[in-house]
């Protein structure tokens, strides 16, 4: 089971020529989620592949920019150009549905004293043993692992782990943040975004801290996340000035499901479209 917690929520606006292409096709979260066979699988990723193909080679003939694909959770393509040059695609791919992406915003809030923290702590056996096991995402600006918070030797190694979006980011795991993923190549401005899974901004050391940082003592006293023995997987969806854009959150939870995180958590947020079953992040964490 995939739990989404939201530490915040903030307006977002359509972002002028960047759009998240539908295809008619269902993704892949429908078989996997009715136990369909590993040839099952293959078969519809194989197919999903094809009319991406087709949609993207129909795209980028209008002067359309398809930056990325995702197959998982969402069938579709993320893309930069204008509406009326991807409107004209639809005669030659399979395209359902074509929406703007949002602007995205991080925000803090004050979720973890209203969780019952300590309630949820005795029935796991005492703090010593609360999330042990478990792999949180955590969607946000970047993960601090020099932080005291995130520097435990007792955690056993994760088979597969660590994983990263480039070589270069596995410098930012170590044996609690498992995962290192950053999204700048779909970022508005990849200069104020940064070119790594760092954070340079605080927002998302500061959730994963809430979600699973070990107990240190703070110029504060004596703090700790609700799950002090979880994982953590750094998924930088927002840049070091706290914005982003949906088809970095899209893509971002394509990886996670995919890399077997338990947890996903957006501490980010924006107002949905008109209809949430028509807006393309619903549709991805629904699914």
Aim: no cysteine.
């Amino acid at each position: 089971v995939i739990q989404f917690l939201a530490l915040g929520v903030l307006f977002g606006q359509p972002v002028p020529g960047r759009y998240i292409v539908q295809l008619t096709a269902p993704p892949l979260a429908v078989d996997l989620a009715k136990g369909a066979p590993r040839e099952a699988i293959a078969s519809r990723e194989a197919q999903i592949a094809r009319a991406q193909e087709t949609a993207r080679q129909a795209l980028e003939s209008r002067n359309v920019l398809v930056l990325t694909t995702v197959d998982t959770v969402f069938n579709g393509l993320i893309v930069a150009g204008s509406l009326n040059q991807i409107e004209s695609a639809r005669a030659a791919a399979p395209i359902a549905a074509i929406y703007p992406e949002r602007r995205l915003r991080a925000v803090s809030d004050k979720a973890l004293p209203i969780q019952k923290v300590p309630e949820a702590w005795n029935k796991a056996g005492g703090e010593d043993k609360a999330g042990a096991g478990i792999r949180i995402a955590i969607f946000d600006t970047g993960i601090d692992i020099a932080h005291p918070a995130f520097i435990d030797g007792s955690l056993p190694p994760v088979t597969g782990f660590p994983k990263a979006s480039s070589g270069s980011n596995t410098r930012y795991t170590n044996t609690k943040v498992i995962a290192a993923r950053s999204y700048e190549p779909l970022a508005e401005d990849e200069s104020a975004y940064g070119d790594d899974a760092a954070d340079h901004n605080g927002h998302g050391t500061n959730a994963a801290f809430a979600a699973a940082g070990r107990a240190f003592d703070s110029p504060f006293g004596s703090i700790r996340g609700a799950a002090p023995k979880a994982y953590l997987g750094n998924y930088k969806v927002l840049g070091n000035d706290g914005s982003g854009l949906t088809g970095a959150v899209v893509k971002a939870l394509d990886d996670a499901v995919k890399d077997g995180m338990h947890v996903i958590n957006l501490s980010l947020g924006s107002d949905l479209g008109e209809d949430p079953a028509t807006d393309p992040e619903a549709q991805a964490i629904e699914a």
